[in-house]
T-cell receptor, first 113, second 113 residues
């Protein structure tokens, strides 16, 4: 299995509080991604990174920010959590894009009350 | 953005072949066709990918239509462990070296003993 770890695995937080989710990899892969998964929507891309300090928005980036200060860590921050951000969040990594496979973490279940 | 269309659900019997269809009529020439699957409470798992030619690996085969507007994932002998949601995804070229994995809703495969 690819070395990819998400933390925390479960979190309950209150509306309006900041939340940071961490994705840590030991594979030295260049590309990292954050997705959210909700019933009826499949997985939707939030943000992705194509190198240290290089990030870009996905299709559902509003309300989220990311940072990547070193290759192995990709942080997803909800500046002020809302109930609509209750979801399961998945991190993924890949060596390159297009002609390669991506590896996914086990997910973080976030509940905003 | 290029989209894929898959049946919501399919059913199969154990040890029989399964053909999972996917339509992607707006595919671009540089888009790779990827298949991932997701077991309950787990992150997506890579199955196979291709560009133009049919592909085989230890898990499955991928048959790509000549015009690339459709593809079929073939599980040669379904087992109970193959019961999952299968996603057909276009690894979409978005400029430079940046591809984005865009997920649809997938096909829920049920395997009967």
């Amino acid at each position: 299995d690819a070395g990819i770890t998400q933390s925390p695995r479960h979190k309950v937080t209150e509306t309006g509080t900041p939340v940071t989710l961490r994705c840590h990899q030991t594979e030295n892969h260049r590309y990292m991604y954050w997705y959210r998964q909700d019933p009826g929507h499949g997985l939707r891309l939030i943000h992705y990174s194509y190198g240290v300090k290089d990030t870009d928005k996905g299709e559902v980036s509003d309300g989220y920010s990311v940072s990547r200060s070193k290759t192995e860590d990709f942080l997803l921050t909800l500046e002020s959590a809302t109930s609509s951000q209750t979801s399961v969040y998945f991190c993924a990594i890949s060596f390159k894009q297009g002609d390669t496979e991506a590896f996914f973490g086990q997910g973080t279940r976030l509940t905003v009350v | 953005d290029a989209k894929t269309t898959q049946p919501n659900s399919m059913e199969s019997n154990e040890e029989e072949p399964v053909h999972l269809p996917c339509n992607h009529s707006t595919i671009s020439g540089t888009d790779y066709i990827h298949w991932y699957r997701q077991l309950p409470s787990q992150g997506p798992e890579y199955v196979i990918h291709g560009l133009t030619s049919n592909v085989n690996n230890r898990m499955a085969s991928l048959a790509i239509a000549e015009d690339r507007k459709s593809s079929t994932l073939i599980l040669h002998r379904a087992t109970l462990r193959d019961a999952a949601v299968y996603y057909c995804i276009l690894d979409k070229y978005s400029g430079g070296s940046n591809y984005k994995l865009t997920f649809g809703k997938g096909t829920l495969l049920t395997v009967n003993p």
